[in-house]
């Protein structure tokens, strides 16, 4: 079929909490397609009333994204354009619409991103750390045993580690993180952009003494600090090539070769002097 006559996709971010947080763009977008392809139509009729459209909708999510996308697939053949919303967000992270897209560009659709709101991108505006690069993990294996298995494979990652997760596993997970991670600096974040917007920075063991045993509203953005990464320690034959090294480029006293190359290495100084020491006749 000729790409002209084809409808375009859509893939719209909604708010993920406030209302006011839409693209004027993505309401244009909203009023303008034939259809509305939306993960609940019922939490998606909310944000469509409130600005007071009227495109029609049908329901796409991860129970029936397959056999929808086949129904999407068809509209978009026969010219019309249709936008895909999941609940909130941005679809296809930690959302629904991966297939829907998949099936889209196979068939030569046009796949329009209509950027907008996403947690992660408004936890890491607030986390108060440098936060890059980081590692974005969406959501952990719900069952301990995974997760814990998961964690340990990321442990010494220099990256910021950030994924979701769900307000009955918020605290197993961070007792699991801070026993494979250690204490690091993390921030969790909770119902961000609406009433009861909480954040909390510190060390995990701080944010599991404060955290309430009591099942909390909302879902989790959780971000970890990344690993520092120790040097491993310099055998004495390297540390020794390495005050050759600085000697061979400048003329150094040996004591000046030691401050250097305690510089250069992190190695301590006194380790660096005892090695050194071998090799005097090489300063002379």
Do not use: W
């Amino acid at each position: 079929m000729d790409k002209e006559t084809q409808g375009v996709l859509y893939m719209v971010a909604t708010p993920i909490g406030n209302l006011e947080d839409i693209t004027l763009r993505a309401l244009r977008v909203l009023r303008e397609v034939d259809l509305i392809a939306a993960e609940d139509t019922r939490r998606s009729g909310i944000l469509l009333s409130a600005y007071e459209i009227k495109t029609p909708m049908i329901s796409l999510h991860e129970h029936n994204e397959k056999e929808r996308s086949r129904v999407v697939l068809s509209r978009l053949r026969d010219g019309l354009s249709v936008a895909y919303v999941s609940d909130a967000g941005t679809p296809c992270v930690s959302d629904p619409g991966h297939h829907l897209v998949c099936v889209a560009l196979a068939n030569g659709i046009r796949v329009v991103p209509v950027p907008g709101a996403s947690a992660l991108p408004a936890a890491l505006s607030v986390c108060g750390f440098d936060a890059e690069p980081f590692l974005f993990c969406g959501f952990l294996p719900p069952r301990q045993n995974r997760r814990r298995r998961f964690l340990e494979a990321v442990s010494d990652e220099e990256y910021t580690i950030i994924f979701y997760e769900s307000p009955a596993r918020i605290r197993e997970t961070l007792e699991d993180a801070l026993d494979i991670l250690g204490d690091r600096q993390a921030v969790v974040a909770r119902e961000l952009t609406k009433v009861f917007e909480e954040i909390r920075q510190g060390r995990i063991s701080d944010l599991l003494a404060r955290a309430s045993t009591a099942k909390s509203k909302g879902e989790f953005t959780v971000m970890v600090r990344a690993a520092v990464r120790k040097p491993a320690p310099l055998s004495e034959e390297e540390i020794q090539a390495t005050l050759l090294n600085i000697r061979s480029r400048k003329p150094v006293s040996l004591r000046d070769a030691v401050a250097e190359a305690a510089r250069l290495t992190g190695t301590p100084r006194k380790k660096i002097y005892d090695a050194a020491v071998k090799i005097r006749r090489k300063f002379s």
